[in-house]
Nanobody, 115 residues
Framework: QVQLVESGGGLVQPGGSLRLSCAAS????????MDWYRQAPGKQRELVAT???????NYTDSVKGRFTISRDNPKNMVYLQMNSLKPEDTAVYYC?????????WGQGTQVTVSS
């Protein structure tokens, strides 16, 4: 079965950086696009970044130029490098696989940006 395990969250000061990781298993990782979503308290879950199977990327406007999504297909890993973090980036971040019309989620990792 599909398993997605996020890690790398934490508390960081504004302007700081974090790198999130997602370990994927249970499916042929290399052929699927992968996404990072986030959900802030009281808000809907939103798509942050997408990477296609061949490495093309797309970002929501609020993170363009600050976040970078990448993947390592031999290791079945997807990453989110987050720089110049802002308090409004505070959220639970989720790795996502959309396959056969279904959304597959990890447990999420908390990112808190605060001084």
């Amino acid at each position: 079965q599909v398993q997605l395990v996020e890690s790398g969250g934490g508390l960081v000061q504004p302007g700081g950086s974090l790198r999130l990781s997602c370990a994927a298993s249970g499916f042929i990782f290399s052929i699927y696009p992968m996404d990072w979503y986030r959900q802030a308290p009281g808000k809907q879950r939103e798509l942050v970044a997408t990477i296609t199977s061949d490495g093309r990327t797309n970002y929501t406007d609020s993170v363009k130029g600050r976040f970078t999504i990448s993947r390592d297909n031999p290791k079945n890993m997807v990453y989110l490098q987050m720089n110049s973090l802002k308090p409004e980036d505070t959220a639970v971040y989720y790795c996502n696989l959309q396959r056969w019309g279904l959304m597959n989620w990890g447990q999420g990792t908390q990112v808190t940006v605060s001084s």
